[in-house]
């Protein structure tokens, strides 16, 4: 049972434009929501949060958008770069568990085309 | 500054055997996290110690274990291993256990093949 899903599972963008990557989730117990970004031989890099009280949060050409009555969030980055090819997670979190346990999804593999 | 190291980088291994991997967190973090990442797959937590202790389990069988030492590095353990074991293994550090803001660093990875 995947309670978080990236439906999608690459996505093309031309340099200069925007990249919105999408997330689902199931449980209504998370309320911390996370994406990381992976490069090919390395582990997954922290790169946005937000916390579940909140609806939108921003971090230079990174924003994430959370709308909680429909379990979603997104990602936006404005204006993608060529170094922002890789593989992007969607990973959320339950205060209510006494572990730093993340639930990830599948992943999107983004790739910024010139 | 040293980042989440892992250690062999890669391996190989037969069908039954048993495999123990290591993780040393960033200095001066206390917890560790295990995350197996199948291929095509986002990582799906195993394990994670916090002061010596175990904080919470995943859903994996009881072929794998793991323990933390006093300066917090980290060994997981698999036995018997099986073919459906062969991935990428993950350990995470961070300063705390459980706290919903502490990000969570990852090292490179152990790449364990079952042949």
């Known amino acids: 049972d995947q309670q978080v899903k990236q439906n999608s599972p690459s996505l093309s963008v031309q340099e200069g434009r925007i990249s919105i990557l999408n997330c689902d989730y199931t449980?209504?117990?998370?309320?911390?929501f996370l994406w990381y970004k992976k490069y090919p031989a390395e582990g997954p890099t922290f790169l946005i949060s937000i916390s579940s009280i909140k609806d939108k949060n921003e971090d230079g050409r990174f924003t994430v958008f959370l709308n909680k009555s429909a379990k979603h969030l997104s990602l936006h980055i404005v204006p993608s770069q060529p170094g922002d090819s890789a593989v992007y997670f969607c990973?959320?979190?339950?205060?209510?568990?006494?572990?730093?346990?993340?639930?990830f999804g599948s992943g999107t593999r983004l790739s910024i085309r010139p | 500054d040293a980042g989440v190291t892992q250690s062999p980088t890669h391996l190989i291994k037969t069908r039954g055997q048993h495999v123990t991997l290591r993780c040393s967190p960033i200095s001066g973090h206390k917890s560790v996290s295990w995350y197996q990442q199948v291929l095509g797959q986002g990582p799906q937590f195993i394990f994670q110690?916090?002061?010596?202790?175990?904080?919470g389990r995943g859903n994996f069988p009881d072929r794998f274990s793991a323990r933390q030492f006093p300066n917090y590095s980290s060994e997981l353990n698999v036995n018997a291993l099986l073919l459906g074991d062969s991935a990428l293994y993950l350990c995470?550090?961070?300063?705390?256990?459980?706290?919903?803001?502490?990000?969570?660093?990852f090292g490179p990875g152990t790449r364990l093949t079952v042949l």
């Open positions: 990973a959320a979190r339950s205060g209510y568990s006494s572990a730093s346990k993340i639930i």
């Open positions: 449980n209504s117990m998370f309320d911390y």
């Open positions: 995470a550090s961070s300063p705390t256990s459980g706290s919903l803001s502490d990000t969570q660093y």
């Open positions: 110690y916090y002061e010596k202790e175990e904080r």
